[in-house]
């Protein structure tokens, strides 16, 4: 029986990841549940599950919380010290981090300080301070388990391989909504065409990240931290049916592609039950209803962003944080339609060049320039 912290449980991943849950319980128990803001569905989660904890975010709903638990025997918190506290529960063996953003930089590393194995979907954890998280992880004898499709694809396609040097790994792409489309196209569009992923269900902000291919960016410099890989080792590859979920290729040539449907529960059960696969209902792949598997480049002078991530990694220093920090800024501006599509990189780059750049940031760096970026970038948004 793992015992398992959701930080992020009402989001895509959070949710996905109880359904998995649910289909366990002889493997499975649940311990933390926490929430930004929907009091609602986080309640009905822990009447269901009925956790040691929940956490919710939002101050403002912490009475609301309460009274609704009252009598359970589940203890309520509230707000970000708060959350950071919960992933210390003795019991717990597996923190899933399913919060999206910076926001959840410190919960992870507070979990890892504790000992607790990580399963991590927040990518912008190692985006923003890889180098920093691999010590901790080390020096706390923790796993890092990758939960998004790709990585999780890497990490099984490097199984029984670790006497064997990787030469590169492909992160594969669907694409987004808007494959194949140029600029003059993507100066009109609206949040409701992004917003319309055509192979995955996922949150409002990586759903504009894949637009954009952000996400594929966030993805290539959180992979050079997990697979300890040089910039040149990583190569994106746009594949638009999302089968092939990445590639890992050895110093033989020899290539490996872990493959299946676009279902993020499968990469979820991977990384809770680690080791172990584990027996599930699932629908399996039939290859006759895919008859072509097609790759693409993808487009770097159209989709800026996926070549900022690249710079941003031969950069190093606090360079990542500042790209990431801008880009949570504009994607809001964006869902907000307070900013234009192609305005979005428009910002970013601004700020990857005018913010000040340190080269061997601490934690407290990576803060003061998260900071930093967001007021020159919000700033930024209401000059447009």
Known sequence: MKHIAILGSTGSIGTQALEVIRDHPELFKVSVLSAGNNAGLLIEQALEFHPAQVVIGDEQKYEEVKQALAGTGIQVLAGEEALIESVKLPVIDVV????????????????????KHIALANKETLVVAGELINALAKKNKVSILPVDSEHSAIFQCLQGEAANQVEKIYLTASGGPFRGKKSDFLASVTKKEALK??????????????????????????????????????????????????????????????????????????????????LNSFPR???????????????????????????????????????????????????????????????????????????????????????ETRKIAMHLVTNY
């Open 96 to 115: 899933l981090t399913a919060v999206v953003g910076f926001c959840g930089l410190r919960p992870t590393i507070a979990a890892i300080e504790a000992g």
């Open 285 to 371: 792949f039939d290859f006759i209803k895919y008859a072509q598997l097609t790759f693409e480049q993808p487009d770097l002078s159209t989709f800026r962003s996926l070549g900022f991530a690249f710079e941003a990694m031969e950069r190093g220093g606090n360079v990542p944080c500042i790209m990431n920090a801008a880009n949570e800024v504009v994607v809001r501006a964006f869902l907000n339609d307070e900013l234009g599509f192609l305005e979005m990189s428009e910002v970013i780059e601004r700020c990857m060049n005018e913010v000040s750049y340190i080269r061997d940031p601490n934690l407290v760096d990576f803060m003061e320039t998260d900071e």
């Open 197 to 278: 992923h055509p192979n995955w269900t996922m949150g409002a902000k990586i759903t504009i990240d894949s637009a954009t291919l952000m996400n594929k960016g966030l993805e290539v410099i959180e992979a050079k931290w997990l697979f300890d890989l040089e910039p040149t080792q990583i190569d994106v590859i746009i594949h638009p049916q999302s089968v092939i979920h990445s590639i890992a290729q050895f110093q033989d040539g020899s290539m490996k592609a872990q493959m299946g449907l676009p279902d993020m529960k499968l990469p979820i059960q991977y990384a809770l039950g680690y080791p172990d696969r584990i």
